[in-house]
């Protein structure tokens, strides 16, 4: 059992339109517990979630701030919308702290219970700042208004089995587990920086605790910097109107409706229940983009073997319900029970597997050259359990795969770990040493920008074909997505704030198989419209799938389908009939828009945030290697014909790799400026600060660090 | 000759969306298909002949990831 280092109560603020109008500061060096009023500014301007995070985040670091000093905070909270039960992917949780990976500040969600129980305990948001002397549990009970910092002597290291002591520990009966939820990360987030974190929710179908991951920019490798072993609340009394909304009855008839059409309709689309997002592989393999050893190439004949069938049939339990969240009927939280371990510290056992998603399928998959499920899940449960970002993971080691390949680090280097592509035991026995700190696991856990440096200097690697094959940008990896042949997406991966994820704008069939928006202006405006409307879900506690991963029958009839009209005015109602607010579509846009904005300023106050910071590697943009342009070269030569207007009949492949790359460097030029335009920024890529002031964002302290780059 | 979201594409005789569709490689599910502005249903794929010079759009709807 902990020790008590600290106990205080408290009276649980009551909610009030999808706010309690109280956050929770925790400092866990001196163990000081603070009560903050959620101020009017706080909600006009950055509404919740993700846009509270960086409120608080931003007041808690100076521009110095390292992501290991004492006054970053991790910062987490759930938004307005979060945690109503009458629609689908509404229990998120938004967390934020200066990266470890790119010293900037990074934003990351989750399902599972924690950010709903945390807001119906009282808390808009939750602070946590300052580093133990010992390593604690942080627990908070919502019921009883009580809050606790205990010692975490005796606890397991590894997510499965810590949560579930946890839960076991915090519920008062077995029915009680349902009640609690668990943020942790794993014994690898000790020893490397893109350490992940686990929120738990517990299953009684399965009667097993189960995982969604705030997984990119290291947040799990912080939290256990802070010496916080674990975050625990208890909230027992879940019904459908916690958030005392304006108008219940408009909330209940847009949820019954998207609940019919999901029933209706997901088995056509995209399957959801059935497989979640790992129903795209076959998909992603057949139009070139399931990024394969190391994002070379678009796909492979291997990956029928690691099809949506052969997960289905062969490992994925089917016909329970699946939602990391009350109410959710998308359901795609899948999981592979009963399954048995055959490497690591838990071989033999059976266990239950959250996953596998697509980024997992295809990052531990096919971009290690890896086409065996048994592998893929096995790696997929080690990654969730020992704390580590699967993206980052599966990116870092497909490039020091094709390192290896390439001669430019040895298997001396790598501690006699043979990581050619393809070898899942290698993988397996590299994310062990992560999980012990030994071996080649700390050094592999730097992340790409860092281990360039590293093979350069250390292992006499190629500086430029490091930096040409390092799938990072500002210091994050990118995610499982082979887009070469969308220039909107490169921006879209690029052209982002906190480094290249998915989760601002997936433009690719748009750009690349409709041909929708050819022109510059038109990339433009998608990558304005579509980051600023997903950025959305992250103030309000949303999960994006139920926009778009189902749409209703009639959608084609609309005038932008891509869009969803009908889904997107669901949301503007949603949000209306929560806070009893009167927003519209565009005021939607809005509200990202400000918080959007303060997140590129807050990267200029960090010494990031220009054009400079802003650039692809050329993976991203085209072919590196002969390998690679010869694996398209009809595609390619085409290009040079019509777009160019040159013979590559009279070209060596060499001057056609070379004449290929300064074209599209050159079109990503092109792109960042017509994109910087669209957004209100100058051509360095700073907000102006007319924009800020039409946006309402020309908050003395945004407007002090703009004027410093104008 | 036919246009396929603003490209060209070969055309035979014989041609139906769905026959179109398997020749583009266009697996996705979640799709909308129009020919000369109409809207195509799902279930007429298979029927649906294409002429010589028509010009059609697949739209795959997911923006998403």
Redesign the interface.
């Known amino acids: 059992m902990g020790r008590i280092l600290k106990s205080y109560n408290y009276e649980p603020g009551k909610i009030f339109r999808g706010y309690t109008g109280k956050s929770l500061y925790i400092n866990v060096g001196d163990l000081r517990i603070e009560e903050k009023e959620v101020t009017q500014l706080m909600k006009d301007k950055f509404i919740g979630g993700k846009g509270f995070d960086l409120y608080y985040l931003w007041k808690a670091v100076k521009p110095e701030t390292q992501w290991n000093d004492p006054e970053n905070e991790i910062v987490m909270s759930c938004g307005p919308l979060g945690g109503i039960t009458q629609y689908s992917g509404t229990g998120k949780t938004l967390v934020a702290a200066i990266s470890p990976m790119t010293d900037i500040p990074v934003d990351s969600n989750a399902g599972g219970y924690f950010g709903p129980l945390l807001k119906f305990s009282g808390w808009d948001a939750l602070e946590l700042q300052g580093k133990a002397e010992q390593e604690i549990v942080v627990f908070i009970d919502g019921n009883k208004g009580l809050i606790q910092i205990e010692t975490a002597e005796g606890l397991a290291e590894d997510s499965h089995i810590l949560a579930e002591e946890l839960t076991r520990k915090y519920a008062e009966d077995e029915k009680d587990m349902v009640n609690v939820s668990v943020v942790s990360a794993g014994s690898a987030a000790r020893h490397i920086l893109y350490g992940m974190l686990n929120f738990s929710f517990y299953d009684p179908r399965r009667k097993t605790v189960r995982f969604k991951q705030a997984a990119r920019g290291g947040l799990g490798t912080i939290l256990l910097d802070k010496k916080i072993k674990a975050l625990v609340v208890r909230f027992k009394g879940i019904n459908p109107n916690l958030n005392d909304v304006a108008d219940i009855g408009l909330i209940n008839k847009i949820g019954v409706k998207y609940h019919k059409e999901m029933r209706d309709l997901d088995e ?4 959801m229940r059935k497989i979640g997002t790992a129903n795209t592989i ?2 992603m393999n ?2 070139d983009l399931l990024p394969t050893r190391n994002f070379q190439t678009g796909g492979d004949p291997e990956a029928v073997k690691i099809s949506p069938q052969v997960f289905i049939e062969n490992f994925l339990t089917q016909g329970i319900h699946d939602g990391c969240w009350y109410g959710c009927t998308m359901s795609c939280a899948k999981t592979a029970d009963h399954f048995k371990l055959l490497t690591g510290p838990y071989k033999g056992e059976c266990v239950t597997v959250d996953g596998p998603e697509y980024e997992c399928v295809a990052g531990l998959g096919s971009n290690l050259g890896v086409f065996d499920p048994q592998a893929i899940l096995e790696e997929n449960f080690y990654c969730d359990t020992y704390g580590i970002d699967l993206i980052s993971f599966a990116t870092c080691i497909a490039f020091i795969m094709e390192c290896y390949q390439r001669g430019q680090i040895s298997q001396e280097d790598m501690g006699g770990l043979d990581l050619r592509f393809g070898n899942h035991e290698a993988v397996l026995e590299l994310m062990h040493q992560m999980s012990r700190g030994e071996g080649f696991g700390p050094m592999a856990g730097l992340g790409i920008r860092k281990l360039k440096k590293v093979f350069a200097e250390k292992f006499g690697a190629d500086p430029q074909l490091l930096q040409d094959i390092g799938m990072e940008s500002k210091g994050l990896e990118y ?1 499982e ?1 082979c887009h070469k042949e969308s220039l909107a997406q490169q921006g879209g991966f690029a052209l982002t704030n906190k480094g290249p994820q ?2 601002e ?6 750009d690349m ?4 928006i ?1 022109s510059f202006e038109e990339k433009a405006e998608a990558l304005h419209y ?1 980051p600023m409307f997903r950025t959305w879900f992250g103030l309000m506690g949303l999960c ?2 139920p ?3 189902i ?1 209703p029958a009639d ?3 609309t005038d932008i ?3 969803v009209p009908e889904h997107v005015q669901n949301y503007v109602d949603i949000f209306n009939g929560v806070t009893g607010m009167q927003i519209d579509k565009a005021e939607l846009i809005r509200q990202s828009e400000r918080v959007y904005n303060f997140q590129r300023v807050f990267n200029l106050r960090m010494g990031s945030g220009l054009r400079q910071h802003d650039k692809p590697p050329y993976r991203s943009m085209g072919p590196v290697s002969r390998e690679e342009y010869e694996s398209r070269q009809d595609l390619y030569d085409k290009q040079l014909r019509e777009k160019q207007g040159l013979d590559p009949e009279k070209m060596n492949l060499d001057e056609k790799i070379a004449v290929t790359r300064k074209y599209r460097e050159q079109q990503f030029e092109l792109l960042t400026d017509a994109v910087y335009k669209r957004r209100g920024w100058t051509k360095q890529g700073v907000p102006t600060l007319e924009h800020l002031a039409e946006l309402g964002m020309d908050l003395p302290e945004v407007v002090e660090v703009v004027k410093q780059y104008l | 000759m036919i246009i396929v ?3 060209e594409h070969p055309w035979h005789e014989g041609m139906t969306v769905q026959v179109l569709l398997d020749e583009k ?6 799709i ?1 298909v129009r020919v000369n502005g109409e ?1 195509v249903a799902e279930e007429d794929w298979a029927r649906r002949m294409i002429r010589d010079g028509d010009d059609v ?9």
């Open positions: 056509k689309q995209n399957g076959l998909v057949k139009y995610s997505y998915h989760d704008a997936w433009l690719i069939f748009m198989v409709n041909n929708q050819p579509y994006k799938l926009w778009n991963d749409v959608n084609h009839l389908p891509a869009r | 979201n603003t490209q490689g266009y697996i996705f599910r979640h909308i809207y759009v697949v739209l795959h709807l997911t923006a998403g990831g």
